[in-house]
């Protein structure tokens, strides 16, 4: 039987930072994953989709300025696009094999093995391998599990992967439909609504059981979201509540029932169902081990599960199901079994971008946080069209909205920023952020021009009482507040 000082299950992008970090501390790694490096985050999720994203607002840039270009109506092909796609996922796979597949050699010690197969934790340090034509039990002083998650699918929808798909089954599209409707109106709903109504082949509609969609954001924000794909003619069903859907000769017939108690029924061509991610553990542990679980996940102490040896990271938790915390919990688990950690590990300045149109970048709390949380704050909201940049691009839509605390310290609490290059803004404030600190301290920077997160510098201005721009001259642009308990008091009168 093999031996290794740990074995990690799993090489998505929690497995795999966690694989390497444990190189950096000389001990020998088994890397299992049974079935694509990279997991969902490069072939279904992040990466893919987000592909997707970008070359989608390229075709909406050319749908919208067409005329000053002089070009005629344009017909996007959808498997010219899909191979693109593919492209940038093999670049990344292949870039991540090649590393993978060298490490030894460029290291000069024989520290890492990758083993293709499924894996089950059969003891505390032993795995059991089956699959890819073998059978192999390991030894291992530490197990990290990394399985990521799976699309949440409901018994009462008929996910096919065919005509009705989960957001992993959407590679299984061979061109562009011309309707489909999304069930759920939350991040990956809103960004898959966003890529199809972008390429403007496809009649979208979108099911929100609320009076609005990303109900987790402040209403600010959302506004802005919604008016863009109601303008793309994207159907958002507000208020209403799936009671049935089937597929008919190849096609989607599904009913609402609307809070007033009306009922209406709509075909379309395909159907996305987008209700979440639940994590993937089915048969990866013993029962006997005792690692505990609950309806969320892997339960753990800063990534230490119920066993001493075990650990859990990555979307397998009930931690923020992203690839940068993955990462950050797959380095930080080795860091803790190794050595002792540089820094601790806490989610309150993890920044977060959503694929939407425009696009939104963000960190720590919003307004609704906030305010849940029973804080008093400042509040300042400036509009793009007051940054040269956004005007150099010839777009200002959207704007920055910073948070700070109710005090004269005016310690940061959160950002939002909705419109182009914003989550170029974000990284500085979630530095001072993690580090409880001012919003004066990047007023007062030099900021490169024209630039975006000069936006930020006129924030720290706003709340500082010495702004370029004046809130009482520009009042449609810029709002500067208060917010008490109660209610807004403007900052500047």
């Given at each position: 039987m093999k031996k290794f000082d740990v074995c990690v299950i799993g090489g998505g992008p929690a497995g795999y930072a966690a694989a390497m970090r444990a190189i950096d501390f000389g001990k020998r790694v088994a890397l299992i994953e049974k079935d694509k490096l990279g997991g969902a985050g490069i072939h279904q999720g992040a990466l893919w989709s987000k592909t997707w994203w970008e070359i989608s607002r390229e075709a909406r840039m050319i749908n919208l300025h067409g005329n000053t270009l002089n070009l005629n109506s344009t017909e996007f092909s959808f498997e010219k696009v899909k191979s693109e796609v593919a492209q940038a996922v093999d670049q990344r796979v292949g870039l991540l094999t090649h590393h993978m597949e060298n490490i030894n050699l460029g290291l000069g010690d024989d520290l890492f093995e990758y083993i293709r197969g499924v894996a089950k934790v059969t003891g505390k340090n032993t795995v059991s391998i089956t699959g890819n034509g073998q059978n192999q039990d390991l030894e291992a002083d530490y197990i990290i599990l990394a399985t990521g998650s799976v699309p949440r699918k409901l018994p009462h929808l008929p996910i096919d992967e065919e005509t009705v798909f989960t957001s992993d089954g959407l590679i299984n599209l061979n061109r562009f439909p011309k309707s489909i409707v999304i069930v759920g109106a939350g991040v990956i709903?809103?960004?898959?609504?966003?890529?199809?109504?972008?390429f403007g082949h496809t009649k979208v509609h979108l099911?929100?059981?609320?009076?609005?969609?990303?109900?987790?954001?402040?209403?600010?924000?959302?506004?802005?979201?919604?008016?863009?794909?109601?303008?793309?003619?994207?159907?958002?069903?507000?208020?209403?509540?799936l009671i049935e859907m089937k597929i008919d000769e190849d096609e989607v017939v599904y009913i609402l029932e609307y809070n007033d108690g009306s009922k209406e029924s709509f075909r379309v061509e395909k159907g996305l169902i987008s209700i979440g991610r639940v994590p993937q553990y089915d048969q990866l542990v013993d029962d006997k081990i005792g690692v505990e679980f609950d309806n969320r996940g892997i339960k753990d102490d800063l990534t230490q599960t119920s066993v001493s040896n075990i650990y859990a990271v990555g979307d397998i938790t009930a931690d923020i199901s992203l690839v940068n915390v993955g990462e950050l919990e797959g380095r930080y688990a080795v860091e803790r079994i190794f050595g002792k950690p540089e820094q601790p590990l806490i989610y309150k300045n993890i920044s977060t971008i959503m694929f939407l149109d425009p696009e939104i970048?963000?960190?720590g709390m919003n307004e609704i946080q906030a305010k849940d949380a029973g804080l008093e704050y400042k509040m300042v909201s400036l509009n793009y069209d007051t940054i040269p940049r956004a005007t150099a691009m010839r777009n200002t839509e959207g704007f920055i909205k910073v948070l700070v605390t109710n005090d004269d310290d005016m310690n940061?609490?959160?950002?939002?920023?909705?419109?182009e290059h914003a989550s170029s803004a974000i990284q500085a404030v979630a530095l001072l952020i993690s580090q409880d600190r001012s919003i004066k301290e990047l007023a007062e920077l030099i900021h490169p021009h024209p630039s975006i997160i000069e936006g930020i510098q006129e924030c720290g201005r706003l709340l500082m009482g010495k702004p370029l721009f004046k809130p009482r001259v520009l009042r449609s642009s810029i709002r500067c507040q208060v917010w008490d308990g109660k209610g807004y008091q403007d900052l500047v009168k």
């Open positions: 709903g809103c960004e898959f609504a966003t890529i199809f109504s972008n099911i929100d059981k609320g009076d609005r969609i990303l109900p987790f954001e402040d209403e600010d924000v959302v506004k802005v979201i919604e008016k863009n794909l109601e303008e793309k003619g994207v159907l958002i069903h507000r208020n209403s509540k970048a963000g960190v940061i609490l959160g950002m939002r920023v909705v419109g």
